[in-house]
């Protein structure tokens, strides 16, 4: 998302950061990333962003995991066939135990795998802008494009009022 020069912008106040993801978004910006130390849900609603895909990672490993466990122990009972009582080798009723301490298994597993894939983690370096304040009490915004985009987006954040503007 973050490809080429860019400048940051370094607000104190809540308010003006919306504002200026508003504007940004009103003149055609689409590569731009803001920091926050807070989760804020006037943020959220400002970037309107969509659903994270992270539950289709939790619905492929719930399935796989059902298919896993199922298929394990019909497999463990075809190879060691202990009939107990004239019952049938594969019996589903206990069955249903193993497949679902799966599904919940791998559903969690492929879960925490999807969030750290989705979220580009491990991150060797520093995010393109981030200033430590960010994490303390500040929020930011970096807007990256062109000349002319960098331009026009200085002029934005001078206009809502941002405390500091440096280039990236």
Do not use: H
């Not at 494009?145 to 002029?155: D, I, K, N, T, Y």
Request: net charge neutral; proline share 8%; charged share 15%.
């Amino acid at each position: 998302m973050s490809a080429g020069p860019g400048v940051v912008a370094v607000f104190g106040q809540l308010d003006a950061t919306v504002a200026t993801i508003g504007a940004l978004k009103q003149r055609g910006f689409a590569n731009y990333r803001v920091y926050t130390p807070v989760p804020r849900p006037e943020l959220a609603d400002a970037l309107a962003q969509k659903t994270s895909p992270v539950r289709l990672f939790t619905l492929f490993g719930a399935l796989c995991g059902t298919c896993f466990g199922f298929f394990y122990a019909i497999a463990t009972s075809l190879d060691w066939p202990l009939i107990t009582g004239g019952k049938p080798i594969i019996s589903w009723p206990p069955f249903i135990v193993i497949g679902f301490e799966t599904t919940i298994l791998l559903g969690a597993l492929i879960t925490v795998a999807g969030m750290f894939l989705l979220a580009g983690l491990p991150r060797l370096g520093r995010a393109p802008g981030y200033d430590p304040r960010f994490s303390d009490d500040k929020f930011g915004v970096v807007a990256f494009g062109g000349p002319a985009q960098l331009a026009e987006a200085r002029e934005i954040f001078t206009t809502n009022g941002a405390e500091e503007i440096k280039d990236v």
